[in-house]
T-cell receptor, first 113, second 110 residues
Framework: DAGITQSPRHKVTETGTPVTLRCHQTENHRYMYWYRQDPGHGLRLIHYSYGVKDTDKGEVSDGYSVSRSKTEDFLLTLESATSSQTSVYFC????????????FGQGTRLTVV | GQNIDQPTEMTATEGAIVQINCTYQTSGFNGLFWYQQHAGEAPTFLSYNVLDGLEEKGRFSSFLSRSKGYSYLLLKELQMKDSASYLCAVPASAGNKLTFGGGTRVLVKP
């Protein structure tokens, strides 16, 4: 299994505060993704990265930013958390993207109150 | 853009067979993935199809028809542990975004 660690695993935060979620991988995979999962919506792509300092938006990127300063870490920041961002967040990695298997972290459950 | 459709939920009996369909629309085809996700856990890889036809892997098989934009996952000899959500995913031909369908929740009853 790919070594993918998400931190924190659970977080409760107040509306309006900034929040940063971390994804750390030990597999030297080039591609990294952040998804959110909500009932009835499956996995929706927030942002992804195809290399250090190379990122792009997904389908639900509003209110989120990302950074990737080194291969192993991909950070997701909620600039000013809102209740609509209460969700389970999953990080995923792929060795070369596209048609290679994606591996997932265990998820972060974020509650915005 | 990409559009992926799956049924929301299916129920089947232990020992039976269930077929989960996935239809997709994508500009440029780069294969199709199936993932399994148990409640409260991360998705895990089941299969990848890039050529037409059926690929069998134990009790699970996956079928692809590129001309019809259609795939299915076939679960045979259902076991209680197969109760999970099954996610269909298609990588984009450009940009390598991996897009998922909404997932199909399968409930296996005794």
């Amino acid at each position: 299994d790919a070594g993918i660690t998400q931190s924190p695993r659970h977080k409760v935060t107040e509306t309006g505060t900034p929040v940063t979620l971390r994804c750390h991988q030990t597999e030297n995979h080039r591609y990294m993704y952040w998804y959110r999962q909500d009932p009835g919506h499956g996995l929706r792509l927030i942002h992804y990265s195809y290399g250090v300092k190379d990122t792009d938006k997904g389908e639900v990127s509003d209110g989120y930013s990302v950074s990737r300063s080194k291969t192993e870490d991909f950070l997701l920041t909620l600039e000013s958390a809102t209740s609509s961002q209460t969700s389970v967040y999953f990080c995923a990695t792929q060795m070369t993207g596209g048609n290679t298997e994606a591996f997932f972290g265990q998820g972060t459950r974020l509650t915005v109150v | 853009g990409q559009n992926i459709d799956q049924p929301t939920e299916m129920t089947a009996t232990e020992g039976a067979i269930v077929q989960i369909n996935c239809t997709y629309q994508t500009s440029g085809f780069n294969g199709l993935f199936w993932y399994q996700q148990h409640a409260g856990e991360a998705p895990t890889f089941l299969s990848y199809n890039v050529l037409d036809g059926l690929e069998e892997k134990g009790r699970f098989s996956s079928f692809l028809s590129r001309s019809k934009g259609y795939s299915y996952l076939l679960l045979k000899e259902l076991q209680m542990k197969d109760s999970a959500s099954y996610l269909c995913a298609v990588p984009a031909s450009a940009g390598n975004k991996l897009t998922f369908g909404g997932g199909t929740r399968v409930l296996v009853k005794p």
